[in-house]
């Protein structure tokens, strides 16, 4: 996971400043996560969050499937 995270992490810092919950959504496809799993993870999550929060904890909702 952490291997991820890390992946997750250097997609979202390349990209400019913008939507959080969109850049998140962005770096969990290019990980190779379905829109629909990605869409259904982002949804219980606070999007207020920074994008690198958004990210991890969509990771681990995805992981407990």
């Known amino acids: 996971t952490h291997c991820i995270s890390s992946a ?3 997609v979202y810092k390349r990209q400019p400043e913008g939507d959080n919950c969109a850049e998140a959504v962005s770096a ?3 990980l190779g996560f379905s ?8 949804s ?11 990210v991890k904890q969509a990771l681990k909702i995805i992981g407990k499937k």
């Open 44 to 54: 219980k999550i606070d999007t207020s969050l920074d994008t690198g929060e958004i």
């Open 8 to 10: 997750a992490s250097d």
């Open 28 to 30: 969990l496809m290019v």
């Open 35 to 42: 829109q629909e799993e990605v869409a259904a993870a982002v």
